[in-house]
């Protein structure tokens, strides 16, 4: 009878009740608020040749009026100054978004063909879905370099087809066309599935009712099933959205010298410059870029459940 | 003077006449899902403004005949005419059927009022008319203080209500209803019932029910037709489906009724009088009025309304035929009836209700009682299917 010893009054103050709570707060403050302050930390000091680059910034609690002193905005008014630095968080967002409207684009159809095909077909299309993950993330970014490269298997195909000339090659490896593409299939998945189960949900008789008061099927679907779907479709976009626009990997492996993207600026700053306050100012302006679609995500899941 | 009525109830019958064309045929419908067959060459007439009920088991193939009057489901064979036009291969979207489908539904990312305007909208109607159209919509169901509820924000009754308003909106030529009152509490439902008939009447329109529930048939409908395994049994007026069952099956389906086997001992012109059938039920004599085609030696039921059956202690004057004795080996307490299971020698169990007119607590037949129950030749009848 759990919902007796919730309002027993003499349960409520029983401290093993508070141990339960207290362990994912005290997991969230020790392995994110803690690492993200230091994060925050380290963007407000000087850069340093040393080990680690930067000036240490706390020294004690007797120096907190120290502290707050030498509190350094340089960082960001540099990042700020330097259009390098807009441009790579535009260029991110832009490739963000194309990425993301691309995935809705091919993963809206899957989800509602997997959520359409028999209840007995279902298991096997999921499984389908999710079966890329039993090989690793790089390993697939990988293969698909081997597809795209100038002799690669898809010039090999185009050619043998005869599509393509036996001098010719495909060349959309090392630019952005490559990006999407590795960026698509990667993150399909994470499209298809939210999508599918919010898809799966409806009820059938909704579209048959919408038919039989004279609405012919394409109507139906952005009358009905569309806007019904919508969580699917705000939890897909969002789950693609956040990630892709710090992704690193896979313009790394696909992208050109020219593929601007934020994660790959942070690498740069960190291992290439080792600038640490300069990316770590870099990375707590991609956060709070991204609070506003993290916040939109958080209250759709909230109304969904 | 004497004070107005109204108009007189007209007598509502044109399946009796011969001249009268159809509004819905299904003509030799049959309709397979791969080797199960849910409707097996039907032929069935609805006429105009008629409140027509298929009543049925579930999987007897009733929704399915619903359904491809609706246009969900094409017929394997056969054709429907509405108003004498072939409707096969029209889809549901070009029919002028609506339907209030069992579950309702209710789109519920629109509000109460959105849902009805739906297939309104659907036509293009210019948004004046359509608002008037709504507003008329929900005060028929009397739902205009909700028109901006979400369905979820509804109770079941009012959700009913409006999944009624919406497929109403579009005056359909033909209504069809999947057991529209399942989901309701008893109390509400006949309440229901009886509203449906009044919209039923007021706006002249044909309404098509389906359910498995034989008293909401009965209440609601102008005709029934008893469905089985994807035939229909027998079409008829609530009345002659009661009264006059076709068969064992029909007899059984609807209400509460005695079937005793037995086989015809004496026909009519054996007995000499027009119209009289003698059966032998294992031993028990029935003499039954009925025009009956059976003759003697065939096998038939015996079958009588419970209602129909007389108890008493006392042993009538003719015990020759039409009267049991047996002990009262049950008895249910209804309120407003008693049903008495009274157990022969042979352990076959009759059943004789009797209406409560006094208010006695205390019943003079009680459990162990040994009593006799009797019927006149008119009370039950002869089914030889």
Redesign the interface.
């Given at each position: 009878m759990a919902s007796v010893s919730e309002t027993h009054p003499a349960n409520r103050s029983n401290p093993a009740r508070w141990l339960v709570v207290a362990v994912p707060y005290v997991w969230l403050l020790l392995f994110f608020a803690a690492p993200f302050l230091i994060i925050v930390k380290i963007s407000l000091s000087e850069t340093a040749i040393a080990l680690p680059p930067y000036t240490p910034l706390f020294k004690g609690f007797g120096a907190i009026g120290e502290f707050v002193s030498q509190l350094d905005f340089d960082n960001y008014l540099f990042l700020t100054g330097d259009p390098l630095y807009i441009e790579a968080y535009l260029s991110s967002l832009r490739i963000a978004v194309i990425s993301t409207f691309l995935l809705l684009l091919i993963g809206y159809p899957m989800a509602l063909a997997m959520a359409r095909a028999p209840t007995t077909l279902r298991p096997t299309l999921v499984m389908l879905v999710i079966l890329p993950f039993w090989t690793s993330f790089l390993i697939r970014v990988y293969a698909w370099i081997g597809i795209l490269k100038p002799d690669g298997l898809l010039t090999l195909l185009l050619q043998s087809l005869g599509l393509l000339g036996a001098d010719d090659q495909v060349q959309i490896f090392r630019t952005d066309y490559a990006v999407f593409i590795g960026i698509v299939y990667s993150y399909l998945p994470f499209m298809v599935l939210p999508l599918y189960s919010a898809l799966e949900k409806m009820?059938n008789?909704?579209l048959?009712?919408?038919?039989?008061?004279?609405?012919?099927p394409w109507?139906a679907f952005w009358?009905?099933t569309f806007?019904?779907s919508l969580p699917g479709v705000i939890a897909g976009s969002m789950i693609c959205f956040i990630p892709i626009t710090g992704e690193f990997v896979i313009p790394d492996l696909l992208g050109g010298a020219d593929t601007l993207m934020i994660g790959k600026t942070l690498w740069t700053e960190f291992f290439g410059n080792r600038d640490w306050p300069l990316a770590s100012a870099v990375a707590v302006i991609l956060l709070v870029m991204l609070v506003v679609p993290i916040v939109i995500f958080q209250n759709q899941q909230k109304k969904v459940a | 003077m004497a004070k107005s009525l109204g108009p007189v109830k007209r007598k509502f019958s044109p399946w009796t006449d011969p001249s009268a064309v159809p509004f819905i045929r299904f003509e030799n419908i049959t309709k397979r899902f791969g080797d199960f067959t849910a409707v097996d060459n039907l032929t069935l007439d609805i006429y105009e403004r008629e409140f027509f009920s298929l009543l049925g088991p579930s999987g007897c193939g009733k929704t399915t005949l619903m359904r491809m009057l609706?246009?969900?489901e094409e017929p394997t064979e056969g054709r429907i005419l509405l108003q004498g036009k072939d409707i096969s291969g029209v889809?549901?979207?070009?029919?002028p059927?609506?339907?209030m489908?069992q579950?309702y539904?209710?789109?519920?990312?629109m509000t109460v009022e959105k849902n009805i305007a739906?297939?309104l909208e659907?036509?293009n109607l210019p948004k004046g008319e359509i608002a008037t159209r709504v507003e008329e919509m929900l005060k028929l169901v009397k739902l205009e203080r909700f028109a901006k509820r979400k369905p979820n924000q509804l109770s079941g009754g009012q959700r009913q209500r409006v999944a009624l308003a919406?497929?109403l909106a579009?005056r359909p030529k033909v209504l069809l209803l999947d057991e529209p009152l399942g989901a309701l509490d008893k109390k509400l439902r006949e309440e229901t019932q009886f509203e449906l008939m009044d919209i039923q009447t007021e706006l002249g329109l044909t309404f098509l029910i389906v359910t498995h529930d034989q008293e909401e048939a009965m209440t609601v409908s102008d005709r029934i037709a008893v469905m089985d395994k994807g035939i229909i049994m027998q079409v008829a007026t609530p009345a002659e489906i009661y009264e006059a069952p076709n068969s064992r099956y029909v007899a059984d389906f609807i209400g509460d009724i005695n079937i005793l086997e037995g086989t015809i001992a004496a026909t009519a012109s054996a007995l000499g009088a027009p119209g009289a059938v003698r059966i032998d039920c294992d031993g028990i004599a029935v003499s039954v009025e009925q025009e009956c085609q059976a003759v003697k030696g065939d096998k038939v039921a015996f079958a009588i309304r419970p209602e129909k059956v007389r108890i008493s202690p006392d042993q009538p004057a003719d015990t020759s035929a039409n009267a049991v004795y047996g002990e009262v080996w049950d008895i249910g307490y209804l309120g407003d009836f008693s049903v008495f299971l009274v157990k022969l020698a042979d352990g076959r169990i009759v059943r004789a209700a009797q209406a409560n007119v006094s208010r006695l607590v205390d019943r003079p037949i009680t459990f162990g009682d040994m009593v006799w129950l009797t019927w006149p030749v008119d009370a039950g009848l002869v089914l030889t299917r």
């Open positions: 009820d008789t909704l048959e009712a919408a038919s039989d008061l004279g609405c012919p109507k009358k009905i806007p019904l | 609706a246009g969900f889809p549901p979207y070009r029919r059927t609506n339907m489908f579950s539904a209710l789109f519920p990312h739906f297939g659907q036509d919406r497929s579009k």
